[in-house]
């Protein structure tokens, strides 16, 4: 999410393993220390969108909360972040250090 190369990153799993969530390729996301803690301490959620780790913003930042996943494209109104979208994006990004 923030280009820190995958060796200075934590596994992240997106459905908790305290909650039955699998310890998988398919149900982990790299994050670096950071962005991993702000995950855990705050109101960002990521989840798994067609095999890509989405990241939806706080209801503060974006009160809409359209996470309407049907498609296989994303409302544009919607800052939810996959695959290095989060660089070109510009607005309503996690807070990078």
Same mark, same amino acid.
Request: proline share 7%; hydrophobic share 30%.
């Given at each position: 999410? $923030?280009? @820190? !190369? &995958?060796?200075?990153c934590?596994a992240h799993?997106?459905?908790?393993? %305290?909650?039955?969530?699998?310890?998988? #390729?398919?149900? %982990?996301v790299?994050? $670096?220390?950071?962005?991993? /803690?702000?995950?855990? @301490?705050?109101?960002w959620? #990521? /989840?798994? #969108?067609?095999?890509? !780790? /989405?990241?939806? +913003? !706080?209801?503060?930042? *974006? &009160?809409?909360?359209? @996470?309407? #996943?049907?498609?296989?494209? @994303?409302s544009? *109104?919607? !800052? %939810?972040?996959?695959?290095?979208? +989060?660089?070109? +994006?510009?607005?309503?990004?996690?807070? /990078?250090?």
């Amino acid at each position: 999410m $923030c280009g @820190r !190369p &995958p060796k200075q990153c934590d596994a992240h799993h997106v459905h908790h393993w %305290a909650n039955g969530g699998d310890t998988s #390729v398919k149900n %982990a996301v790299l994050l $670096c220390r950071h962005h991993h /803690t702000l995950i855990h @301490r705050s109101e960002w959620e #990521v /989840t798994m #969108v067609h095999g890509i !780790p /989405t990241f939806y +913003a !706080p209801s503060w930042l *974006d &009160p809409q909360q359209n @996470r309407d #996943v049907t498609s296989s494209t @994303r409302s544009r *109104d919607r !800052p %939810a972040f996959g695959r290095g979208e +989060a660089k070109r +994006a510009g607005k309503g990004l996690m807070p /990078t250090r």
